[in-house]
């Protein structure tokens, strides 16, 4: 199954991939997750879409169109996969048509309020990529990974006044994917304002996948 997830910043995407690629044994495969290897990494790439990243800013099309074609191309995609964070612009999701068949675009609805309790409070361990909230999703110890012991820290774009351009960003140039997809008969929306486990549980149900 070839799945994409749909949703505004912190609508808990990123959250809900990690537990269903287990259930689903398909790749989770994240724009956001790779730009930011590249960061901390300091490749080319990296350099070039850092200051991009924390302004909230997109990164251009072409660059990201071509960035997920060639990681498609790769063998664990044989059996589906989970696209969290592309398509994000018409564009994206015109190439994309030429390159993949996808089966279902989940919208995660989420309300504004609730995006910006999760954004602030989000916290990520750069090493092992978990990613935690300070309330609803807090370490062992405050302030470090159960995994690896690393410090956690802030997103760059989770800071004020990166959060409010992405939100912008996200209204004008992603939020348009809904009626995209929505004419193509291909939309499901799931409340993701409930706990990790019961969107989850919501997902699975409106693709027909029975997780007992
Ligand atoms: P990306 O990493 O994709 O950011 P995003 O879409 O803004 O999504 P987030 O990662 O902020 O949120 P999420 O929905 O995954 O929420 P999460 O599960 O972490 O992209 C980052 C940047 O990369 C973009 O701004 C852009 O510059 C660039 N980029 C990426 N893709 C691109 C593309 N296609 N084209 C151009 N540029 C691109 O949850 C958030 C918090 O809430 C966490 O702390 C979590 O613990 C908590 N939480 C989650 N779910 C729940 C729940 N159910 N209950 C309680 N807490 C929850």
Redesign the pocket.
Known sequence: MNII?L????????????LAKEVLSIPHI???????AAIKNETPLGKQ?KS??A???????A??IDL?NERLKEDDTSGGYIL??????IP?AEALETFADIDFVIN?T?ERD??I???S????AKESGK???????PPRVEGICDITGESLIQ?E??KEE?VVN?LE??ERQ?EPLIEYYTEKGLIRNVD????????LASFLAVIGVDKS
């Open positions: 997830f949703g505004p910043p912190g609508a808990g995407k990123g959250t809900i991939a990690a994240s724009t956001g997750d790779i730009f930011r879409v991009i990243l302004s909230g800013e997109l990164v251009p099309d660059l990201t997920v969290d964070g592309f398509p994000r612009t994206q995660f989420v609730m995006i309790r999760r954004l409070g989000r916290r990520i990613v935690y909230h300070i309330i609803y999703n997103r774009d989770d990166a992405r960003v996200y992603t993701g304002s409930d706990t990790p486990e019961k969107v």
